[in-house]
T-cell receptor, first 113, second 111 residues
Framework: KAGVTQTPRYLIKTRGQQVTLSCSPI?????VSWYQQTPGQGLQFLFEYFSETQRNKGNFPGRFSGRQFSNSRSEMNVSTLELGDSALYLC????????????FGQGTRLTVV | GEDVEQSLFLSVREGDSSVINCTYTDSSSTYLYWYKQEPGAGLQLLTY?????DMKQDQRLTVLLNKKDKHLSLRIADTQTGDSAIYFC???????????FGKGTKLSVIP
């Protein structure tokens, strides 16, 4: 079974631009979550989607948005990029169920210059 | 609010046991997880424990949970150089699909 696939692996963008990151979950998993990882703040929850609906949202500005498609693939978008948005963005997929084991992709390393 | 705390560094000799500790504050946490992150990689789920359990063992890994003290530990038996990584403790509240992570413990294994 293929794991969680995130594309692209690396991105360099300029301040003020926008960026879209993609996540393909494990086959059969309908829940997709996004996290931002930085050296200073650690791992912070962005949002979670299930069946194309956002169920949870973290404490991030409105510049961060996401969506999920009918095939469970998800994208997140960051508009008007700031230097502080430089981070590793991780996507996780989960089956529904009580344990909610979340399996992570390799991440997308975003650098804003 | 919830908070998860871990010590930042741990150094052990190859072949010894490693014990990584974690404390959490949210008493409504239902599941607690341990993840491993190697350089340049994503997070690998190692194991998890349900809050009504005290202990869970999975090969070289043993998780101990003290609900009264809100203390979680991960013991790695016979630690190998391949175990060198950052280990994250995470909790999930009842009814939520959000994981709250600690800052991570960097485990260094000395050959």
């Amino acid at each position: 079974k293929a794991g969680v696939t995130q594309t692209p692996r690396y991105l360099i963008k300029t301040r003020g631009q926008q960026v879209t990151l993609s996540c393909s979950p494990i086959s059969g998993h309908r829940s997709v979550s996004w996290y931002q990882q930085t050296p200073g703040q650690g791992l912070q929850f962005l949002f979670e989607y299930f069946s194309e609906t956002q169920r949870n949202k973290g404490n991030f500005p409105g510049r961060f948005s996401g969506r999920q498609f009918s095939n469970s693939r998800s994208e997140m978008n960051v508009s008007t990029l700031e230097l502080g948005d430089s981070a590793l963005y991780l996507c996780a997929s989960s089956q529904t169920g009580t344990a909610y084991e979340a399996f992570f992709g390799q991440g997308t390393r975003l650098t804003v210059v | 609010g919830e908070d998860v705390e871990q010590s930042l560094f741990l150094s052990v000799r190859e072949g010894d046991s490693s014990v990584i500790n974690c404390t959490y504050t949210d008493s409504s946490s239902t599941y607690l997880y341990w993840y491993k992150q190697e350089p340049g990689a994503g997070l690998q789920l190692l194991t998890y424990i349900f809050s009504n359990m005290d202990m869970k063992q999975d090969q070289r890994l043993t998780v101990l949970l003290n609900k009264k003290d809100k203390h979680l530990s991960l013991r790695i038996a016979d630690t190998q150089t391949g175990d060198s990584a950052i280990y994250f403790c995470a909790e999930r509240q009842a009814g939520s699909y959000q994981l709250t992570f600690g800052k991570g413990t960097k485990l260094s294994v000395i050959p």
